[in-house]
């Protein structure tokens, strides 16, 4: 059984508890202000199990379900099994899921403005309470891990919730309402921007190549007076960021943090129209009528597909291709073949060769 200490905090901000609130992914971490002194690197990083493929990640999916009377149900990877699972029962019809809906804040225009989200099948709930259950949700998570290895209250706890920079200032002050919404206190939250959180943490790690005294190549950090570009490309921002080092080891900014809302989920979109594109508007209409999980389905596989590209893979990706969706085709076309078919064109008129393997379909 795991022992527990028994100690209790008393000081202010001994410890650090951070929220990276993702547009795909969230995860959330903590420090303690001690262990900071002596190695600013070391933290505690929460990790998850994806039940779906028994995978231990240090994110969890943004995925957030709520119930038929709009009560909080489940988070994360255990939001999606659900949900997928709701969908084969076809029970899901009243749920509300939602996915992916950090960048609905991008274009937040004022303070006040109430935003509505709409779920996967256009039902929908106020923004502020998604993202509040959301951060709820991740600082509980956070809460029980700390509470792991230390006894400590809330009080004792500085909270940093990471935005991306290019968001505007509305955006930025949204979030804080959320994280108060949540219960988590203003006065001991920082909304830190994504770069530069990333900007600082990457000062400390040993990147410089540098020839030491016996003319060995070693790695160290970053000295006074590196510059060095920090980008951060995401599943709904790529944010950039310039940074020098200073004598003093503070860093200044060299220019204002940059970016847009080119991230991952922009080729997800591209690839689901491809999709449709395949299998043509009668036969998505149906799945989306009648097996809407297929689509789900579709939409994680190509996720799965993305994650083991590295940068010196082949160029050609390969991507579970639910055989059902085939079957599907051929009932509403049975003088067609949908695996014969070698070309798709894309909305930008761009032929995309694909090849049927198995249950793969393989797109060079
Ligand atoms: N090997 C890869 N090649 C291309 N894209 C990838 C790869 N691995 C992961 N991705 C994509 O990166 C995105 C996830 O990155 P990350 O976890 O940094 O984003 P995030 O923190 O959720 O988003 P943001 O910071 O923009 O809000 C997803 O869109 C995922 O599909
Ligand atoms: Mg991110």
């Not at 255990?78 to 274009?107: G, I, T």
């Not at 509470?147 to 920079?165: G, L």
């Not at 129209?273 to 149906?286: N, P, S």
Request: aromatic fraction near 10%; charged fraction near 30%.
């Amino acid at each position: 059984m795991k022992q527990r200490s028994t100690f209790k905090i008393k000081m202010p901000h001994l410890l650090v508890a951070a929220i990276d609130f993702g547009t795909t992914y969230s995860g959330c971490a903590f420090s303690f202000y001690d262990e900071f002194k002596k190695d600013p690197t070391k933290s505690f990083v929460k990790n998850w199990i994806d039940p779906n493929s028994s995978m231990m990640y240090c994110k969890t999916s943004t995925c957030i379900l709520f119930n038929e009377e709009k009560e909080f149900n489940e988070f994360g990877f255990a939001a999606e099994a659900k949900y997928l699972d709701l969908m084969l029962e076809n029970d899901h019809h009243n749920w509300y899921f939602f996915r992916r809906f950090k960048m609905v804040l991008y274009e937040i225009q004022s303070e006040d403005q109430e935003i509505l989200i709409e779920d996967e099948h256009g039902n929908t709930m106020p923004a502020l309470t998604v993202f509040s259950e959301s951060l709820r949700y991740l600082k509980q998570s956070l809460l029980d891990y700390v509470n792991d290895s230390v006894i400590i209250s809330m009080d004792d706890i500085k909270w940093v919730i990471t935005v991306p920079a290019i968001w505007s200032d509305p955006a930025k002050t949204f979030m804080r309402r959320a994280a108060i919404q949540a219960e988590i206190d203003s006065d001991m939250l920082t909304i830190a921007l994504e770069p530069e959180a990333a900007a600082l943490f990457v000062k400390y790690l040993p990147v410089e190549r540098k020839v030491d005294g016996n003319d060995k190549e070693v790695l160290q950090a970053f000295a006074p007076g590196s510059k060095y570009i920090v980008v951060d490309a995401g599943g709904g921002t790529v944010d950039i960021t310039a940074h020098e080092v200073l004598e003093d080891g503070h860093v200044k900014e060299l220019i204002k943090s940059t970016g847009g809302s080119w991230g991952g989920t922009k080729v997800d979109e591209e690839y689901m129209d491809f999709l449709k594109r395949l299998i043509g508007d009668d036969t998505t209409k149906y799945i989306d009528e009648n097996l809407p999980s297929l689509l789900f389905e579709a939409r994680r596989d190509f996720e799965n597909a993305k994650h083991i590209i590295k940068p010196n893979s082949d160029k050609k990706i390969n991507v579970r291709f639910p055989a059902k969706i085939a079957e599907i085709y051929t009932t509403l076309h049975p003088d067609k073949d949908l695996r014969a078919k070698d070309i798709v064109l894309t909305k930008n008129k761009k032929q995309m060769a694909v090849l049927f393997k198995g249950d793969k379909l393989r797109l060079a």
